[in-house]
């Protein structure tokens, strides 16, 4: 049952595309000039779809790219995090080095100082024995 429609609608089809071709033929020119703008048409249909399918791939490849770069700009915003960390440690420790510093520089004065007032005190000493001595 089903075969025998499908016969009857193969068969329409095909008396449908008679017709139209000896309507074409009809008009010679006009109808060359329609042919050859079907197959156009046709051509710029598959050029589209072909166009489609190259805009998909580099769609495909742009958000790939976008995402490698957040990605890459995630991990260098990381970095400078820690980079920021690392100056600030190292300026905290540098401070405290300076401070050291500037005590041992501190104690260094008074001991050289205490050493001065030493020698000067033995200077006097030997400075007045000769005196008493002569």
């Given at each position: 049952m089903w075969i025998t429609e499908a016969q009857a609608q193969v068969a329409e089809a095909t008396q449908a595309a008679t017709q139209a071709a000896e309507v074409l033929l009809q008009y010679k020119i006009l109808g060359v000039f329609c042919v050859f703008l079907l197959i156009a048409v046709g051509v710029?249909?598959?050029?589209?779809?072909?166009?489609?399918?190259?805009?998909?791939d580099l769609v495909g490849q742009v958000i790939v790219t976008a995402e490698s770069s957040k990605a890459a700009i995630a991990a260098q915003a990381?970095?400078?995090?820690?980079?920021?960390?690392?100056?600030?440690?190292?300026?905290?420790?540098?401070?405290?080095?300076?401070?050291?510093t500037a005590k041992e520089i501190q104690e260094n004065r008074h001991t050289v100082a205490n050493h001065l007032t030493g020698v000067n005190a033995v200077m006097e000493l030997l400075a007045r024995q000769r005196q008493g001595a002569a």
């Open positions: 710029l249909f598959w050029l589209l779809v072909k166009a489609y399918g190259r805009y998909g990381g970095a400078l995090e820690r980079m920021q960390v690392a100056q600030a440690t190292a300026a905290e420790a540098l401070r405290e080095q300076g401070q050291e």
